[in-house]
Each structure stands twice: as C-alpha cells, then as structure tokens.
C-alpha cells in the first residue's frame, strides 16, 4: 500500500518547503496518480505484503549469511539507483561496525570498461553475489555487463 507522508515536506522557513495549504491544496490528485500507479500493473510496492515471497527470501538470505565476501549489482540509470542508495545509506554503518562483518557492495551504474575491469580484480567469484536489475529484461547495457561478468574462469555465474 502506498500511503503520502508529508510531515518533511512542510515549510521550515520562507525559502524552504511546501505550506501545509499547498499540500492540501493538491492532495485531490493523490487518488489519481495511485490508480496510474495501480495500472501499471508493476507490484513492486505490493512486495512486503507478499508473505511467501518474504519468506523466500529471508530463507534465501539464511542459507547464504557469510557466504559472500562482495555483492556486485549490475544495473544501469534507475535499475542502479536502489543500489546505491543502500551503498550510501549503509557505508557509514559498515565502516563503524568494521567491513569484514557484511559483504562489500559494488553497484556498477554504467559500461565503462576500466570500472569492469577493476571490480573482477578485486572480487573472487566464488565469493561474490550478483545481482542483475533491469526492469524491462532487455537493457542493453545491463546485458553487456552481466555477459562480462558471465564468462569467468570457472564457469558461469
């Protein structure tokens, strides 16, 4: 369910936010923009109400906890940004509680080759989890980059 929270969003001075009397003033339109929303027909919002598909996954997180040394998200433009935002959200956390205690996360936001290059340099495959996000299934980009990262020494990942 997706609900609007806009307690942070209210003016804190002259210059900065939106009066309590412009959110209202628009809050008519929410019900719209949801129903567009619901259209779309992508759930991604309906996940945590999704029982056996939380369970799936926190079995799957058990049977993999310490198993991975690097976590390497493959995904281009917003297929990244999650990805990043957990990278920026957690690095504080991590460098406080000591790296060795969680996996090391590596979002690879675009093709570049030297990017590439450097991560398979510093991760062990054996080690190391890949996550691929691209929310069409046929980003080209995301494609080149999980093909590059397919063929290593031992195989496939």
Not at 9 to 29: M, V, Y
Not at 48 to 58: A, G, H, Q
Not at 116 to 136: P, Q
């Amino acid at each position: 369910m997706i609900t609007l929270q806009t307690f942070n969003l209210q003016k804190i001075s002259a210059e900065h936010g939106i009066s309590k009397e412009e959110i209202d003033s628009k809050s008519n339109l929410i019900s719209e923009y949801l129903e567009k929303i619901e259209a779309r027909n992508q759930g991604f919002y309906k996940i945590i109400d999704d029982e056996e598909t939380v369970k799936k996954i926190e079995e799957f997180a058990t049977k993999v906890e310490g198993k991975y040394k690097h976590i390497v998200v493959l995904g281009i433009g917003g297929s990244a940004l999650g990805g990043l935002c957990l990278q920026q959200s957690l690095k504080t956390l991590c460098e406080n509680e000591g790296l060795g205690k969680f996996p090391r996360l590596h979002v690879l936001d675009n093709i570049d080759p030297t990017l590439l290059t450097e991560t398979e340099e510093i991760i062990n495959y054996e080690e190391t989890l890949f996550v691929v996000i691209t929310k069409s299934g046929s980003t080209p980009e995301t494609l080149a980059q999980y093909f590059y990262f397919r063929h290593c020494e031992k195989g496939y990942i």
